[in-house]
């Protein structure tokens, strides 16, 4: 069984207008999305943020911003990309990694909530910016996520400030007078069993107890998406049923708000990248597809071994073959799929590969010199009225850029 594509028609002839490769998103998912988790925690006093770092195209960005939902940015990159779309810095939360001194004072100087995750950063910020408000990113010892390398909790973790150092957060915060507004936790992404979450969720509120002043407890991202056709979506009525009544509780009692930052969550399955299959190759004990594009376009197949489903949307009543889908980079590892069944694909035709709109373009490089995809937006209220939101640029351009900006 194969997953299906969303509105092939749509997807065809973007196909036979915009060429590929090509990123496609489409508006209607992202809303459902948002509406989706505000509906399971409608009796929780909560907010959302968007983790940026999953998509920031500013037609993305400015539908979140639209929703009302703030933003997770990681970087003076992000936080100045948020600023430039329309947030309000009071809606930024900054979490950078390893923040530098620079990055401290600038963020800052904008206006967001600095969201500090080690003890010798929270001391030099309470140095130089005495009396202010702050979040601490605690790492409350249980990490999960559908690759070792997404887990950003646990002892094996670079991030936060173990929760069992609670006592010394306080102890700088006193010191330097900051008022600690927000406790932050980010366990890792595409959470497979939400009961890991659960676990996490429990001890951040255990610690949130012990702080007064909180006005939020923010519980991260890393809500899973359904990849495989045989997975089941986030069943989030259980979710609110299993979380919801401890944190409406906490907030209850201490009137804090609960606040979420998914990135993948709200727009893995919005895109699709569209591409055009350049050669078929039977070696007689395996048959390639090769494409237009390539792990520098969506890297995650290579990275994690992800899985994306793959449509042929050309010939979608065509004999199944097994198939690898490879890429056009000069790497073995550039391969979209392995061993997969799919109707038979001809040169020429036009692949669908979907849930592709969360570090998708995000994570893409122009590696091998190949120009990055173009990115089509299908607004909601009429898909058949897609507009490009980003043009290919054709190799020359590509180079012409590189020439320019080479100081040699
Ligand atoms: N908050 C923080 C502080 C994060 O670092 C992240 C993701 C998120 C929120 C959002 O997590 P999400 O809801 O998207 O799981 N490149 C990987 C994912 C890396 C996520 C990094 N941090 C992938 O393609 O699977």
Redesign the pocket.
């Known amino acids: 069984m194969q997953k299906p594509a969303p509105f092939p028609e749509i997807l065809a002839r973007i196909h036979r207008s915009a060429s590929t490769p090509t990123y496609v998103y489409f508006e209607r998912t992202i809303r459902k999305q948002v509406e989706r988790l505000r509906a399971a925690l409608d009796h929780v006093p909560s907010r959302l ?1 968007y ?1 940026m ?2 998509n920031s195209h500013p037609r993305v960005m400015k539908l979140f911003l639209e929703q009302g939902v703030g933003v ?1 940015a ?1 970087s003076p990159g992000e936080l100045l990309l948020a600023l430039r779309v329309g947030f309000s810095p009071e809606s930024v939360l900054f ?1 950078a ?1 390893n923040m530098t001194d620079a990055e401290m004072h600038f963020a800052q100087s904008q206006g967001a909530l600095l ?1 500090i995750g080690e003890l010798s950063r929270l001391e030099a910020y309470g140095e130089a910016y005495p009396g202010s408000k702050v979040c601490a ?1 605690l790492n409350p010892e249980v990490g999960a ?3 070792a ?2 887990i ?1 909790a646990g002892a094996d973790s670079k ?1 936060g400030i173990p929760v069992r150092k609670m006592p010394e957060i306080q102890a700088t915060c006193r010191q330097y007078d900051l008022e600690l507004v927000g406790l ?1 936790q ?1 366990i ?4 497979p069993d939400p009961a890991t979450l659960w676990k996490a969720v429990s001890v951040m509120l255990d610690a949130a107890r012990a702080c007064p002043a909180l006005t939020f407890v ?1 519980l ?5 998406v359904p990849y495989e056709p045989e997975s089941a979506p986030l069943d989030l009525l259980d979710f609110s049923a299993q979380f919801g009544e401890a944190m409406q509780a906490y907030s209850g009692e201490h009137g804090a708000e609960i606040w979420f ?8 399955e919005s895109g699709v990248l569209l591409v055009t299959v350049t050669t078929v190759k039977d070696n007689g004990d395996r048959c390639f597809a090769g494409v237009d594009s390539g792990m520098g376009h969506l ?2 197949p290579a ?2 071994g ?1 899985y994306h489903e793959i449509v042929n949307l050309t010939n979608p009543s065509g004999v199944p073959r097994i198939y690898d889908v490879v890429g056009n980079i000069c790497e073995t590892g550039d391969r979209f799929a392995r061993d997969r069944s799919i109707p038979e694909i001809r040169e020429g035709d036009c692949l669908a590969i979907l849930d592709t709109g ?3 373009i ?2 893409a490089s122009e590696y091998n010199l190949r120009p990055l995809p173009a990115e089509v937006w299908v607004p909601e209220d009429n898909p058949a009225r897609f507009r490009t939101i980003t043009e290919r640029r054709s190799p020359a351009q590509m180079v012409a850029e590189l020439m320019r900006r080479s100081l040699d």
């Open positions: 943020l983790a770092k999953a997770d990681v979490s990694n969201n990113r996520g559908h690759h390398h997404v950003t991030f932050h980010h890792g992404s595409g959470i923010n991260g991202g890393g809500l899973g930052e998914p990135g993948r969550f709200f727009v893995a890297v995650r990275m994690y992800s969360a570090y998708g995000s994570m």
